[in-house]
């Protein structure tokens, strides 16, 4: 059978139904599938959540009965959790083998958890975004929320997943997600010896030196935990061996064997794999040809001139917004032919406004932005487009119009941008491609690839994209599409779920 995003879809409906019909699943993130807000008039209305990663972890339930736990993010999903008693319920407007839990800590303990701990202090050090000169600085204060905010919130979600995984019928599955909740399968191992578990981490997972900065204590209750499970997955094989190599750094009993990516401790081996998360090729495809997205395609076909760069990021200094800008104004600079045929539009998504190094960084990608128009621009033209908003449908738009597409991050677990830009347009733009980010392993052979502190290879990436002849640009184009289309998400989820229904089939045997 050859890969296409319709045969991935059969083989997780058969998986489903054969493997896992009898089995419950049970999902673990901070965020989940569901958002309840109430409207101006105080009515509880849902929303439901966007991307392709929780379209197709959602699109589970269509096969199997689903168990969703997250955070009460507002007022909305507060009430909600209030009027259900702290229990699981039913979400039938969306399928009837969906349920959701919301986990409801205390504002001051979520504060701690999010604000101190998961965001900035593992964030920035999984995308090695310390000044490490300077900061991080682990005081009192970050001691305190580790103890009375990290490990509090993850106590409650493995109460929340061992109170789950104890209703009736054969044991579940759990699948825990990313770096929010390192912690909780080893509480939840403590009291659910046999059950299978996996954890799946969505960033990059740095070196041992790297982890260092962060207090002996901290570090190995994280390993630790994770070792816990039966299986870690991560995006890409250079996070499978600095992972690894973690474990052997910082756990003096682990056995590690790098040729089976395991980890042995005592009697328990945990599998560590690279599961490469990818983009709904299916769902992509059909927004492209929706009436609203036509829309805003022709609107930001105005602002285009001969040739469009385009940038898709939230805003954010892993990102590597600015280096961006700063290659594009050298190439403007160094080649003047370009200037008045060439623009660049950049869509920018608002994210931890509340953070001061974000609200920085915001400020100094506005002023490069002035600073790049006010050196080039005319009454005509000038050099750059920005918006400033969470638009997915308009970002997908501008997408399908890019002759460039730049994606420089410094470090990313994937970038799904990489993948989604190259899955919608539709004029063999150019992909240039840091090589630091997660899916260089999959696209770099047929992208531009760039170092992300690499200034002048960056200038001279835009300046071979915008002049490549057009028989190279359909040739990588096409390849790129066919490498996205044979590895889409359901066959990542499918991934993700067979090596978890092995472990429990091998059991079942061993057990017998």
């Not at 770099?444 to 640009?473: C, H, I, K, S």
Request: hydrophobic share 40%; aromatic share 10%; charged share 20%.
């Amino acid at each position: 059978m050859s890969a296409s995003p319709e045969n991935s879809n059969a083989r997780l409906k058969e998986l489903c139904s054969q493997r896992l019909s009898s089995r419950r699943l049970i999902l673990a993130s901070n965020r989940g599938p569901i958002e309840y807000y109430f409207t101006e008039d105080k009515q509880l209305r849902l929303g439901r959540g966007s991307g392709g990663i929780v379209t197709a972890l959602g699109s589970l339930s269509n096969y199997v009965e689903l168990s969703w736990i997250a955070s009460a993010m507002g007022e909305g999903d507060r009430e909600v959790a209030r009027r259900a008693h702290g229990k699981r319920f039913k979400v039938p407007s969306v399928s009837d083998n969906l349920y959701l839990n919301f986990v409801v800590s205390p504002r001051d303990t979520y504060h701690k958890y999010y604000s101190v701990i998961c965001n900035p202090l593992l964030w920035f050090l999984q995308h090695y975004m310390w000044n490490s000169p300077r900061t991080p600085n682990i005081n009192q204060v970050v001691y305190d929320a580790w103890e009375n905010g990290y490990v509090s919130v993850n106590q409650a979600f493995a109460q929340a997943v061992v109170a789950e995984a104890a209703i009736n019928g054969l044991q579940p599955i759990v699948i825990l997600n990313d770096y929010h909740l390192y912690l909780a399968s080893s509480y939840i191992r403590e009291q659910m010896p046999n059950l299978v578990i996996q954890h799946f981490i969505h960033i990059p997972w740095p070196s041992p030196c790297y982890w260092q900065l962060l207090p002996s204590s901290m570090r190995q209750a994280i390993l630790r935990s994770l070792c816990a499970t039966d299986i870690v997955g991560l995006q890409a094989m250079r996070d499978v061996s600095n992972f690894l190599h973690c474990c052997e750094s910082f756990i003096d009993e682990a056995e590690i064997y790098y040729e089976q990516r395991r980890v042995r401790i005592k009697d328990h081996i945990v599998q560590v794999k690279a599961y490469p998360v990818s983009v709904d090729v299916v769902g992509l495809k059909k927004l492209v040809s929706s009436a609203r997205l036509k829309e805003d395609e022709e609107r930001l076909r105005q602002l285009c001139a001969e040739q469009t760069i385009v940038r898709v990021d939230r805003l954010e200094p892993s990102k590597n917004i600015i280096r961006g800008f700063r290659a594009f104004d050298m190439l403007l600079e160094r080649y003047p032919q370009f200037q008045g045929k060439v623009k660049f539009i950049a869509f920018l998504v608002p994210t931890r406004t509340h953070l001061k190094p974000y609200q920085r960084y915001t400020q100094e990608v506005t002023e490069i932005i002035e600073a790049i128009n006010n050196k080039y621009g005319t009454e005509e033209w000038h050099p750059i487009d920005f918006f400033y908003e969470n638009n997915y449908i308009q970002a997908i738009a501008g997408m399908c119009l890019y002759d460039v597409l730049l994606v420089n991050a410094i470090i990313d677990g994937m970038n799904l941008v990489a993948k989604e830009g190259p899955t919608v347009n539709n004029r063999d733009g150019v992909l240039v491609l840091s090589e630091t980010v997660g899916a260089c392993e999959q696209l770099g052979q047929n992208a531009l690839t760039v170092a992300p502190a690499d200034l002048e290879g960056t200038t001279q990436a835009l300046y071979t994209a915008l002049t490549m002849p057009a028989d190279e640009r359909k040739k990588r184009a096409t390849e790129l599409k066919k490498s996205i289309e044979e590895k889409d998400v359901t066959d990542w989820i499918s991934c993700l779920l067979e090596d978890a229904v092995n472990l429990v089939e091998e059991r079942s045997v061993t057990s017998t």
